[in-house]
T-cell receptor
Framework: NAGVTQTPKFRVLKTGQSMTLLCAQDMNHEYMYWYRQDPGMGLRLIHYSVGEGTTAKGEVPDGYNVSRLKKQNFLLGLESAAPSQTSVYFC???????????FGAGTRLSVL | AQSVTQPDIHITVSEGASLELRCNYSYGATPYLFWYVQSPGQGLQLLLKYFSGDTLVQGIKGFEAEFKRSQSSFNLRKPSVHWSDAAEYFCAVMNRDDKIIFGKGTRLHILP
């Protein structure tokens, strides 16, 4: 089983460029999450989704948008990338909100 | 607001020695508690979780953790560490109606 798959694994952007990170899960999970991980900061929740067609803001949502058009996919978009968005991004999914979260391998993004 | 504190940013132990990683949380009710491990370049993997019941929980890879309500702690332990345990460890807290909050992590170094 693939579990949670993130693409791409690495990306370098110039300031102002846009991009979309894709997260796909094959576990039929309802909940999906996007986190960013920065040194000394742990993981911080950007946005999450409680089901197909739903999205909600997390702790650090500014500068990001998300969409959940299909249950298995959760997209994270950066419309105009900034150097402060240089980070490692992790997607996770869970069956329910109180359940174990399964993580993807991460996307390392550098914004120059 | 709930929070998670991991007081130790780095811990170094010798291979074969015992390990204890500290985690303190702030929350009014009994939360769900988790320990995740992140190997270099990888996503997070669940080690163990506490929802209710026995306050000493067993996890994968020989890890265990004890929930102590009086101390608001959920410390992770292992009787004898292996070189492959070198990683970053995250404690996390969540209640049934809220989102998961991660600590900032403790990086474990193993001396040969």
């Amino acid at each position: 089983n693939a579990g949670v798959t993130q693409t791409p694994k690495f990306r370098v952007l110039k300031t102002g460029q846009s991009m979309t990170l894709l997260c796909a899960q094959d576990m039929n999970h309802e909940y999906m999450y996007w986190y960013r991980q920065d040194p000394g900061m742990g993981l911080r929740l950007i946005h999450y989704s409680v089901g197909e067609g739903t999205t909600a803001k997390g702790e650090v949502p500014d500068g990001y948008n998300v969409s959940r058009l299909k249950k298995q996919n959760f997209l994270l978009g950066l419309e105009s990338a900034a150097p402060s968005q240089t980070s490692v991004y992790f997607c996770a999914s869970s069956y329910s909100q109180g359940d174990i979260q399964y993580f993807g391998a991460g996307t390392r993004l550098s914004v120059l | 607001a709930q929070s998670v504190t991991q007081p130790d940013i780095h811990i170094t132990v010798s291979e074969g020695a015992s390990l204890e990683l500290r985690c303190n949380y702030s929350y009014g009710a009994t939360p769900y508690l988790f320990w995740y491990v992140q190997s270099p370049g990888q996503g997070l993997q669940l080690l163990l979780k506490y929802f209710s019941g026995d306050t000493l929980v067993q996890g994968i890879k020989g890890f265990e953790a004890e929930f102590k309500r009086s101390q608001s702690s959920f410390n992770l332990r292992k009787p004898s560490v292996h070189w492959s345990d070198a990683a970053e460890y995250f404690c996390a807290v969540m209640n049934r109606d809220d989102k998961i909050i991660f600590g900032k992590g403790t990086r474990l170094h193993i001396l040969p």
